[in-house]
């Protein structure tokens, strides 16, 4: 598990913020730039039916290993056995501890909502190669080549990552959550209002099923 006191947590957020926009990135674009004034809508992003008896909230990183784990491992048998089903609707949160999980993140949302669980898949599934990139733009490219593969443009991913407006309201929805939820450490889960560390498999299905009433 990723640990980071809430101190921590929300100091890095806002350092993510502050470079969220890469120089050089798209042609043209600079500190002159009028960001737009609006506040861009960052719903929560779900699967599963609305009427499911239980909901997990799941808090996860695109940098976080564990996370990673989780989405290729555990993930795949939960939405088996209990979200296609019917039985439980899961709720996922981004978590930003750092700069390149906040582009990860602004990537998949600036995508079709319907695309967006298919490129976080792609983005978990990669993150030894992107993640590991020691420069910011490389790192960004590799992002980028993911966005390509759900038919993003790069003109249309230049211009998401140099939205400061999006990149304000990711992390004032995440900071709103990870205080109201204590957000300490990726992946963590909220099952039906109960908070739960990551586990195996079974110890979650085993959480589900209390949930459940089984």
């Not at 990723?2 to 100091?11: E, K, P, S, V």
């Not at 042609?27 to 609006?38: F, K, L, N, S, V």
């Not at 992107?130 to 249309?156: C, F, H, P, Y």
């Amino acid at each position: 598990m990723f640990d980071l006191d809430r101190r921590q947590t929300l100091a890095l957020a806002a350092a993510a913020l502050a470079a969220a926009a890469l120089p050089g990135l798209a042609p043209g674009i600079g500190p002159g730039i009028a960001w737009a004034q609006a506040t861009p809508a960052v719903p929560d992003m779900t699967i599963g039916k609305d009427d499911a008896p239980v909901t997990m909230v799941e808090y996860a990183m695109f940098t976080c290993p564990h996370c990673a784990v989780f989405n290729q491992e555990v993930l795949p048998k939960i939405k088996a056995n209990y979200i296609d089903t019917g039985k439980v609707k899961l709720v996922f949160r981004e978590v930003y501890f750092n700069k390149p999980s906040l582009w990860a993140a602004m990537i998949a949302r600036c995508a079709p909502a319907e695309r967006y669980f298919g490129i976080a898949d792609l983005i978990f599934r990669r993150q030894m190669d992107w993640a590991a990139a020691t420069d910011e733009n490389v790192m960004v490219q590799k992002l980028m080549s993911i966005g390509r593969q759900a038919g993003m443009t790069d003109d249309q991913m230049n211009a998401c990552l140099q939205d400061r407006a999006l990149a304000e309201a990711m992390v004032a929805s995440y900071q709103k959550h990870s205080e109201a939820d204590g957000v300490e450490a990726t992946p963590m889960f909220i099952i039906n209002g109960v908070k739960v560390d990551n586990a195996p498999y079974e110890e979650i299905a085993r959480k589900l099923d209390e949930a459940l009433g089984a």
